[in-house]
């Protein structure tokens, strides 16, 4: 089975991931760092370097590939792959696949990515809580569209990850 985690930046998809992949002894993969692996450069160097559109062919390349596995693995992707190049679509259309939407509100969201910004080109320039508050109110706003299509929804404010594991753990088995 693939179990794909999705949800915006900072949401704990790779945290979960490697707990989730330990609890059930299934392999983790996270796609960034499969992109950036791939690429042998951080995503941030791939956005300056070879542009966003560049990082979204890839990013639809290696999600389909990963998608193929007859493995057992968590998948943890980008804040946006659900959100492009009709990667949602491949994911719901993979019969072996779950999807789990990491729910985050906006003022998590904007606490945490105040302080882990930096590796993630999208948001990098962003200096004040306002500009941030408002650039990702917006971002998220459209993407949930994409998110919501997931077939299992966690809310993780004010939850710890040792509990959200543990209700992704309840709702999937
Ligand atoms: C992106 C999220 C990042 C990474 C890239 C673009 C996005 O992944 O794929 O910086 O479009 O939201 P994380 O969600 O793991 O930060």
Known sequence: MIIVLMGYMASGKSTIGERLAEKLNYKFIDLDDLIEEKENASVSEVFK???EIYFR???ALYLREQLQSKENIILSVGGGTPCYSDNMKAILDQ???KSVYLRASLPTLVEKLMRKKSTRPLIAHIETEEAMT???GKHLFERAQFYNDAEFKIAIDNKSKK??????LKTLF
């Open 134 to 136: 408002e650039f990702i």
């Open 95 to 97: 019969k072996n696949a």
């Open 57 to 59: 062919k890839q990013e």
């Open 163 to 168: 509990e959200v594991t543990k209700e992704v």
């Open 49 to 51: 370097t070879k542009g």
